[in-house]
């Protein structure tokens, strides 16, 4: 079993930066793709960035491309999510999430597991 914990979230004013980390426990942390994705209140639960298992690879949703970054450390079992120029519609629950490949997207289905999530309120 896997478990993920995120921390970092909180309240921010528009224009500043947060970062979350996610830390990973349960497996070999290294051999596998890591993602992030947010749900806002009323919305569904959408992509925002992932990472290859190598860091060789990122993806981003085009809505947050150019202002957050996904990195890992794999000797802490840790991804992060460095989030610059936030923006009130950046509101939401962010969750942590480990797929059971090692490579990975967009795409829900690739994540096996999820962390319990992390709220982030920007303010305008």
């Known amino acids: 079993q896997v478990q993920l914990v995120e921390s970092g979230g909180g309240l921010v004013q528009a224009g500043g930066s947060l970062r979350l980390s996610c830390a990973a426990s349960?497996?070999?942390?290294?051999?596998?793709?890591m993602g992030w994705f947010r749900q806002a209140p009323g919305k569904e639960r959408e992509f925002v960035g992932s990472?290859?298992?190598?860091?060789?690879?990122?993806n981003y949703a085009d809505s947050v491309k150019g202002r957050f970054t996904v990195s890992r450390d794999n000797a802490k079992n840790t991804v992060y999510l460095q989030m610059n120029s936030l923006k009130p519609e950046d509101t939401a629950v962010y969750y942590c999430a480990a797929s059971s490949r090692a490579v990975a997207g967009p795409s829900q289905s690739h994540y096996a597991y999820w962390g319990q999530g992390t709220q982030v309120t920007v303010s305008s």
């Open positions: 990472i290859y298992w190598n860091a060789a690879n990122t």
């Open positions: 349960g497996r070999t942390f290294s051999r596998y793709a």
